[in-house]
Every structure is written in structure tokens, then in C-alpha cells.
């Protein structure tokens, strides 16, 4: 008797704009976009104190995500990530 186990083909990776998922909702001269949207910049002298998030989750039921939380500091010093990683939340 044969018994295999058979999985689900690889998803296949896109570029996605920035602008699809999100929307600045104020001073829109704080965010630079380059290559169609697919990249962001903050232009440090106008962003300052300036909290950025994204993450990335899986779509099965054992929910996994990490996090990624950018905190831009005052001028000529470093910036702050802070990571969060969950694993098999239900």
C-alpha cells in the first residue's frame, strides 16, 4: 500500500504597490515612493517621533505573524525596530 502526503504549490511572489495596501491620512511630504510604489522612504528631518508598522501573517488557522515596528528618533541618532513574532496563535 502506498501513502503519500501531498501540499499545496508554493504561492508565487508579486511586487505589491505601497499605495494598495495603505493610505497616508496626513502630510503626505513626509513619504517619498519610488519604483511604482513598491518602496517607501520617510524623509528623516520631517518625521520624527513617527511610529511605522507592518507585518506578515499566514492564512491557515494556526495564525503565525511577525512584526515589524520602526521608531525614527530625533536627528543624528539611531532608529529604533522592535520585532514581535507569534507562532501558531489560534
Not at 26 to 34: G, R
Request: glycine share 6%; with cysteine.
Amino acid at each position: 500500500m502506498l501513502s503519500g502526503v501531498r501540499g499545496a504549490a508554493p504561492r508565487k511572489c508579486i511586487n505589491v504597490p505601497f499605495s494598495r495596501n495603505s493610505t497616508p491620512t496626513w502630510v503626505f511630504y513626509h513619504i517619498k515612493s519610488y519604483n511604482g510604489g513598491s518602496e517607501i522612504q520617510l524623509i528623516p528631518d520631517k518625521c520624527i517621533g513617527t511610529i511605522i508598522a507592518f507585518y506578515l501573517s499566514s492564512q491557515n488557522s494556526k495564525h503565525d505573524e511577525i512584526d515589524f515596528e520602526f521608531s525614527i528618533n530625533k536627528s543624528n541618532q539611531p532608529s529604533i525596530l522592535q520585532t514581535n513574532v507569534f507562532t501558531r496563535r489560534k
